[in-house]
């Protein structure tokens, strides 16, 4: 279970299930959740995500991600095969194409994040990683800042430290490849669990608004 926050304040959560794939040799994540009642009167949202990836990030994997807003449903679909993803974006009343990106290396969050955990995260190295969340890829570059000990609850739980930097890459027209500054993202810091199970603890990023934050508040089994 991981809970969110804005500026310090707690503003909501979600259940986060990570089980065996539907193969061997893959992972499937289940994640649902939104603000809390109080940030619910000013953003009525609610998301349920579910994805399968090879155990260490590798492709093919897909994702699909459900969303409720304020003008209705959106529906976010994406499978990725070798350097090419096949998406689409849409409200579910609406009829739109999927989407052909062609990049290398190309992967949606829980491969990436399944990628990364697989590393061998010495300090000082750097990772470059193109992620397509949602819509559109952004190339993420991560930097194994070092060790330290974070707060989970009542456990103190040694912890890698990566900075995080994002930028947006352009994938048609005359710019194509081109790489710029993403809009909203100022800085960012990762936490994961420096043991066996490598597990996300904390995220903090910078953005337009302010400072956000998610971190683990439950996990099981403990250890």
Same mark, same amino acid.
Request: hydrophobic share 40%; net charge positive; proline share 7%.
């Given at each position: ?27 499937? /994540?289940?994640?649902?959740?939104? !603000?809390?009642? #109080? ?10 995500? $579910? =994805? &399968? ?54 992967r949606d969050l829980?491969?990436?994040?399944l990628l990364v ?13 193109? /992620?397509?969340?949602?819509?559109? !890829?952004?190339? #993420?570059e991560l930097r ?7 707060? $989970? =609850? &009542? ?69």
């Open positions: 279970m991981y809970r969110f926050g804005w500026e310090g304040i707690p503003a909501g959560g979600a259940v986060v299930e990570v089980l065996n794939g539907s193969s061997s040799g893959t992972l499937r /994540i289940s994640a649902q959740g939104g !603000p809390n009642s #109080v940030i619910r009167k000013l953003w009525n949202y609610h998301a349920r995500y $579910v =994805g &399968e990836a090879g155990v260490n990030g590798q492709v093919p994997s897909w994702f699909r991600m459900d969303e409720e807003v304020a003008k209705g449903d959106l529906l976010s679909e994406a499978s990725f095969s070798e350097g090419m993803a096949v998406s689409c974006h849409r409200f579910v009343w609406e009829k739109k194409p999927w989407k052909v990106t062609r990049l290398p290396g190309m829980f491969a990436a994040m955990r697989s590393q061998p995260l010495q300090n000082g190295d750097r990772l470059l990683l193109t /992620i397509f969340p949602d819509q559109n !890829p952004y190339l #993420v194994v800042e070092g060790r330290e000990i974070l707060r $989970v =609850g &009542e456990m103190k739980v040694p912890a890698v430290r990566f900075g995080i930097g994002i930028q947006t890459v352009t994938t048609s027209g005359p710019e194509i490849g081109r790489l710029a500054p993403h809009k909203k993202f100022r800085s960012g810091r990762v936490w994961m669990t420096d043991d066996a199970r490598r597990l996300p603890l904390r995220a903090e990023v910078d953005v337009f608004i302010g400072s956000v934050f998610a971190e683990l508040a439950k996990v099981s089994p403990p250890r």
